[in-house]
Each structure stands twice: as structure tokens, then as C-alpha cells.
């Protein structure tokens, strides 16, 4: 099956919205540990409250739900085998590059 010029712009594209989201993903979360309350549903609905309204979650959050919208429309031209691996391709990119090694 021959991939389109959209169909690789789109993979490369969630490919990119799924790696580089990552990192502020982590950074955006920091501080959720000390969020703690006594009962187990209050713990929840204190955990989502603190990470619904911290924009440095929220945003980088949104980007990466996007690009699984993307992922799924462009799923059903490309075919799942060959889809998956340029995106996981493509992923592992983004992260591999974003590794501070010197630590």
C-alpha cells in the first residue's frame, strides 16, 4: 500500500504532537505528588483539579490528544501495520532527542 504525500505529513505530524508533548507532559505534572487527602475519591478529585487547572499540564495535554485525532483519521488510509510503525518510528525520534545524556 502506497502512502500519500498527506498520509506521511499527517504520521509525521502525530509523530511529533505524541514525542514532543512528553517532556512538558512530566514537567507539567510536577507537584502532583504533594497533593494528598485522607480519603481515596477525594485524593482523585483533588489529583484532577490540580492538573485541570495547571495550564502548564492542560496545554501540552490538549496537543497530545490531538495528535491521537490525527492518528485515528489518518489510521484508515494508511493501514494499522504500516501507520503504527512510522509513528512509532517517529515517536521514538522525538524522544530519543529530547534525552539530556549528560546527566
Given amino acids: 500500500m502506497a502512502l500519500s504525500a498527506y498520509d506521511i505529513f499527517s504520521l509525521l505530524m502525530v509523530s511529533l504532537l505524541w514525542g514532543a508533548t512528553n517532556p512538558f507532559l512530566r ?25 485541570i487547572f495547571n495550564y ?6 490538549l496537543l497530545n490528544q490531538s495528535g491521537s485525532l490525527v492518528f485515528y483519521i489518518t ?8 501507520g ?16 539530556n545524556i549528560n546527566t
Avoid: H, N, R
Avoid at 485522607?38 to 490540580?50: C, Y
Avoid at 502548564?56 to 495535554?61: A, G, H, L, Q, R
Fill in 84 to 99: 503504527m510503525f512510522l509513528t512509532t518510528v517517529g515517536i521514538t525520534l522525538c524522544i530519543a532527542s529530547s534525552v
Fill in 27 to 51: 514537567k507539567g505534572a510536577e507537584g502532583l505528588e504533594a497533593v494528598q487527602e485522607d480519603k481515596t475519591v477525594k485524593q482523585l478529585f483533588s489529583e484532577l483539579k490540580f492538573l
Fill in 56 to 61: 502548564k499540564y492542560v496545554i501540552p495535554f
Fill in 75 to 82: 489510521l484508515a488510509s494508511t493501514g494499522a501495520f504500516l
